[in-house]
């Protein structure tokens, strides 16, 4: 099954411990991105990948980096995760680039306290 | 720098009631893509459709229809016939090459 799997799911940490999102998507596409969601803005991408080895910055980068070491997998890390990180996240991936369908992961619930 | 404007934050309507969810795409780019995700209570991204900025013929997927107009930059979103299962947050987006931009989303509540 087509599908693209986010890593915890679920997860509360507190003001400074270096957290991993884990994103894999196993349809060998090129283009992968990780957005956050929060109310009254919609989805705002923080970063994405064009192919491996090749990433780049979105709108809301600022806190997060990511790493494309393979094609299937694009992790996002917090170094130092802060509160106003509290948000819901999504990766996704697409054939191509933008301008084909993405497919999102289930999202991630992080809440920094 | 590109926007895309959703300019209904909730919507309510009864069951089959039409509605049209609003969604506006600035931007300089002549060549660009828009789309429609459809996010339910269970909080998935389901994509609905795909259009490019060449095409603007209308589309009808079942009670789904999209109106695209380039002139207004509008790429609207019609439900037929509304029922309780289309309550959703609809998420307009629109994008070029490398970037893709969402709106901020339309809450869509349908009550039987």
């Known amino acids: 099954e087509a599908q693209v799997t986010q890593n915890p799911r679920y997860l509360i940490t507190v003001t400074g411990k270096k957290l991993t999102v884990t994103c894999s998507q196993n349809?060998?596409?090129?283009?992968m991105s990780w957005y956050r969601q929060d109310p009254g803005l919609g989805l705002r991408q923080i970063y994405y990948?064009?192919?491996?080895?090749?990433?780049d910055k979105g709108d809301v980068p600022e806190g997060y980096k990511v790493s494309r070491k393979e094609k299937r997998n694009f992790p996002l890390i917090l170094e130092s995760p802060s509160p106003n990180q509290t948000s819901l996240y999504f990766c996704?991936?697409?054939?191509?680039?933008?301008?084909?369908?993405?497919?999102f992961g289930q999202g991630t619930r992080l809440t920094v306290v | 720098a590109q926007k895309v404007t959703q300019a209904q934050t909730e919507i309510s309507v009864v069951e089959k009631e039409d509605v049209t969810l609003d969604c506006v795409y600035e931007?300089?780019?002549?060549?660009?893509?828009l789309f429609w995700y459809k996010q339910p209570p269970s909080g998935e991204l389901v994509f609905l459709i795909r259009?490019?900025?060449?095409?603007?013929q209308n589309e009808i997927s079942g009670r789904y229809s999209w109106n695209f107009q380039k002139s207004t930059s509008s790429f609207n979103f019609t439900i037929t016939a509304s029922q309780v299962v289309d309550s959703a947050v609809y998420f307009c987006?629109?994008?070029?090459?490398?970037?893709?931009?969402f709106g901020a989303g339309t809450r869509l509540a349908v009550h039987p």
């Open positions: 990948s064009m192919n491996v080895e090749v990433t």
């Open positions: 931007t300089r780019d002549t060549t660009y893509y």
């Open positions: 259009r490019n900025s060449f095409d603007e």
């Open positions: 996704a991936s697409s054939r191509g680039t933008v301008n084909t369908e993405a497919f």
């Open positions: 349809m060998n596409h090129e283009y």
């Open positions: 987006a629109g994008g070029g090459y490398n970037k893709l931009i």
